[in-house]
């Protein structure tokens, strides 16, 4: 019943009982396809057939399914119920095929049906992908100068990664941080559509394609709108007391002509800190501090013209006289088609206490926990600069930990700094010492800030940390320090005995601390005996709890004299695990008392004969 090659022999035997044999080859032609079904589908969505088969027999039937074409989908069996069964009425059945293109075009395919007792049964598949409709976004709004984003969701349904190719049809008000956007198995995601406006009066419209060889491509209609220009994302400026910080403002002329303009630098009209506007003589003086701090470092600051298109820099200076929070504005004027517009750049100033503190190094073994506290001092805050109403509440207090990027993910899971208290100094010395009595060297100041360091690392490493310290509407204060994971004491001793030549084995299972899964690498330290090894030393350690990733660890000695120690490391990104591996060769002590002679040594005396 089925199409194919068949070879086998015949053997014919005669009276005098010699043996005739011949082969014989069948060809069997393939059967004529039972129906053409033609289906049609838009791309990335599902088109439903119903195939009724039918069963001759009075047994019910297994048939095993098979389909070529990209896009089919389906069961891999289907059983048909015998003629006379209870199941269906005349013994049919109905096989459902789905057809969920990615690309667009015509294609041919075919579906087979496969029984050992009935055959093959197949339909040849015209195949139709109709081009999906553009994915509408919604409508970009935007102010002349600026750009704003909107995300446009995308999924992978194939088993493997995709890298999607992206074209805009209007790169000049549209754009895509990447030309390349690269998609996980089976992955969810979104990616940002940049608008930057060119007009106050046309709308813009441009497409988005992303193409992928096996995926096809995927269209996003765009659309944005331009608005009046207003208040600009704020500019943040962090200077030392009594030093120079600088910050530049990037203008892009948003126009496809020369655009003349006029910067202006205002300052605030009221202090930021609430507490103060209870007391006119410090408003007073914050606004002369504010009137001082900003300045415009411009050649000129009005007529300017600037090209179509083109950027133009604003460079503004931030010198701070005391510790706080300063605040200005600048204002970008100018007039297109008899319409005033202005851009308004808010500009906060915050003042830094000079050099930053540095405390000693950090330093314990992993797996152990380290807690120390220092007395942080508040250089720049005084009593006299406080009105009768502020003071200083911890709440006021937020610590920001950074360090180098190869580190930072075990920083900050194994460093942690807590603000406990303010502390007012009376002792110019005070504000310089830490928990300890251990002097680290600051000026003296009025206020100091205690804070808890605790460090309990996982695995080891050594970095350089920064920590910046923020007192709202007050000012920000650096701290320096080391910190320095030294190696842990072996989580376990393993023990193995194998004499020269021989193998011994032990087997493990290991879960990783954190929830999810996490890349891992398993070795000995250089000093180890060349005569231990582990399997697997490279691969994927499974989520705390879970059954655990197991660990083959093998001592396979070649030769007497090695100190059979080592040490086992399995380290993750953010963990570290340690094993003292210690090899021993199988006794040889000799009990002498069980050893007799084969040879019949003893010569009798003459005397006895």
């Known amino acids: 019943p089925i199409g194919g090659v068949f070879s086998g022999t015949i053997n ?15 060809e069997v032609a393939a059967p004529k396809e039972e129906k053409v079904i033609d289906v049609e589908a838009t791309v990335r969505k599902a088109a439903v057939v119903e195939i009724t088969l039918e069963n001759p027999t009075m047994e019910d039937l297994v048939f095993d399914v098979n389909f070529q074409g990209d896009g089919l989908l389906g069961e891999d069996t289907i059983v048909l119920p015998a003629s006379t069964s209870k199941k269906a009425a005349d013994g049919t059945g109905v096989y459902e095929l789905i057809y969920s293109p990615l690309l667009a075009g015509e294609f041919y395919g075919r579906i087979s049906f496969t029984n050992d007792l009935v055959g093959v049964l197949w339909y040849k598949l015209n195949l139709v992908a109709l081009p999906a409709e553009p994915i509408v976004l919604d409508t970009i709004e935007s102010m002349i100068g600026s750009t704003e984003s909107i995300a446009a969701p995308i999924d992978n349904p ?3 990664p995709v890298t999607f190719t992206v074209t805009v049809s209007d790169p000049e008000h549209f754009s895509v941080a990447s030309d390349k956007i690269l998609l996980g198995p089976y992955a969810q995601s979104t990616f940002n559509i940049t608008f930057r406006p060119s007009s106050l009066t046309e709308k813009a419209f441009g497409r988005v394609v992303l193409q992928n060889s096996k995926f096809g491509e995927i269209q996003f209609a765009v659309s944005g709108v331009g608005l009046l ?31 003349p303009l006029d910067v202006i630098l205002t300052h605030a009209e009221t202090p930021t800190d609430p507490r103060s506007q209870r007391n006119k003589t410090a408003i007073d003086a914050k606004l002369e501090e504010m009137q001082t701090a900003f300045g415009l470092l411009l050649r000129k ?19 701070p006289q ?6 200005a504005v600048v204002q970008v004027r100018s007039v297109v088609g008899g319409r005033s517009l202005l851009w308004c750049y808010p500009i906060s ?37 406080l009105g009768p109403h502020d003071e200083l509440t911890l709440s006021d207090f937020s610590v920001e930990i950074k360090a180098d990027e190869s580190v930072k993910s075990m920083v900050l899971r194994a460093f942690r700094a807590q603000p406990l208290e303010i502390v007012p100094v009376t002792n110019t010395e005070e504000a310089a010492v830490n928990a300890e009595g251990e002097h680290y060297g600051r000026e003296p100041a009025d206020f100091a800030l205690r804070l808890r360091m605790l460090f309990e690392p996982l695995r080891t490493f050594i970095a350089n ?9 007050r000012g920000k204060w650096r701290i320096k320090l080391d910190l320095d994971a030294t190696d842990p004491e072996p989580d376990d001793v393993i023990k193995l005995t194998a004499p020269v030549g021989g193998t011994d084995k032990v087997t493990f299972r290991l879960n990783n601390r954190f929830l999810g899964y996490s890349t891992f690498q398993a070795y000995y330290s250089a000093k180890s005996s060349p005569h231990f090894s582990v399997t697997p030393s490279t691969g994927t ?8 990733t197991p660990f083959v660890v093998t001592f396979a000695p070649i030769d007497y004299g090695t100190i059979e120690v080592g040490t086992l490391i399995i380290v993750t990104e953010d963990a570290q695990w340690s094993y003292e591996v210690r090899g021993a060769y199988p006794s040889n002590a000799i009990n002498h008392a069980n050893i007799k002679s084969k040879v019949d040594s003893f010569r009798p005396s003459p005397l006895y004969n």
């Open 12 to 26: 014919f035997t005669d009276e005098a009982g010699c043996l005739y044999w011949y082969t014989v080859s069948i």
């Open 158 to 160: 194939l088993s493997e």
């Open 229 to 259: 220009p207003g208040i600009m994302p704020t500019l943040h400026i962090d200077a030392p007391l009594n030093e120079i910080g600088s910050q530049t403002i990037v203008f892009r002329n948003p126009f496809p002509h020369p655009l």
């Open 301 to 319: 600051t009005s007529d300017v013209v600037i090209a179509a298109k083109a950027s133009y820099h604003i460079a503004l200076s931030f010198t």
């Open 322 to 327: 005391k510790m706080g929070i300063y605040e």
């Open 349 to 385: 100033g915050m003042a830094e206490s000079g050099l930053p503190q540095r405390l000693p190094t950090l330093k314990t073994a992993c797996k152990t926990t380290m807690i120390k506290e220092f007395n942080i001092s508040l250089d720049g805050i005084r009593r006299a600069d």
């Open 465 to 473: 940390v920064d920590i910046s310290l923020t007192c709202r509407n």
């Open 541 to 548: 350690l499974a989520p705390y709890g879970a059954e655990g």
